[in-house]
């Protein structure tokens, strides 16, 4: 990862700060790339350092022997990769992997550490964060359990856009099913169900969201759930971009 130049997309957590402590915290961090596969932190391994992302997306990804890796949760410019650190763990629960590529504010856990006795609303910012993370562990299991297939890639490919910004990025049938925890085929006959409706449009790996409204039907009640969720504690991230609103409008 390059240190890079700060782009225009905030972080919601970060916006949320005071600005004294808000201009403390950004003065011990630096600008990085995030690229697609980069792993940012393995489980029950101590974090090197914590990020805020801007632009793309990281899965946090539960492993176990014998199975392919699952995902847990998604974690965008809504929120932060290392909340755990509030609790006084400096842990990594699970595996942390670039799933879209942008950028994000990274600080090393030192430096976190010496500022969060001093930043008592980053600290409650971050204690809401991650019961909001928690939450959402929750709601994700049982929606893998209860709900169809179908409904769980629209919310799936709902909570990628909602991080992505932009309608379109990048991403494999293989990916899908290895993070759904289902197979290539069941993932194959989804997304061309979505396609054939013109919902979103999937070629050589890129999934382009064409009508945002159809798929946030097709999908289960979890994610709206998500988002009432984080909005109870945390408020609505920064109004929403042009591609979003469009294709909320059916356009692509």
């Known amino acids: 990862m390059s240190v890079v130049t700060v782009p225009a997309i905030t972080n919601h957590l970060l916006q949320l700060l005071i ?6 915290l950004l003065q011990h961090c630096e600008m990085v790339k995030l690229q697609f596969a980069d792993i940012l932190c393995e489980p029950n391994q ?38 755990t650190l509030v609790l006084g763990v400096t842990t990594a629960p699970m595996q942390a992997v670039v799933q879209g590529k942008g950028t994000a504010w990274r600080i090393s856990i030192a430096d976190l550490v010496q500022l969060l006795p001093g930043c008592p609303s980053l600290q409650q910012i971050l204690q ?7 939450t959402l562990l929750s709601q994700n299991a049982a929606c893998g359990h209860f709900h169809a297939l179908t409904a769980r890639l629209a919310r799936w490919l709902l909570m990628s856009h909602d991080r992505a910004h932009s309608s ?85």
């Open 19 to 24: 600005p004294n402590e808000r201009h403390l």
């Open 46 to 83: 101590p974090y090197r350092y914590l990020y805020f992302p801007l632009s793309g997306f990281i899965s946090l990804v539960s492993k176990l022997a014998g199975h392919k890796p699952l995902e847990m949760g998604l974690i965008g410019n809504e929120g932060m990769l290392g909340a």
């Open 128 to 134: 809401q964060y991650l019961f909001v993370q928690l």
């Open 168 to 252: 379109r990025f990048y991403l494999t049938h293989q990916f899908l099913a290895d993070m759904l925890g289902v197979r290539r085929s069941g993932v194959t006959i989804a997304a061309g169900l979505m396609q054939s409706q013109q919902i979103i449009s999937y070629s050589r790996g890129i999934v382009k969201i064409l009508d945002r409204k159809a798929l946030q039907e097709m999908s289960c009640e979890c994610y709206q759930v998500g988002l009432d969720d984080y909005r109870n504690l945390l408020g609505k991230p920064e109004a929403e971009t042009p591609f979003r609103q469009s294709c909320e409008q059916g356009k692509p």
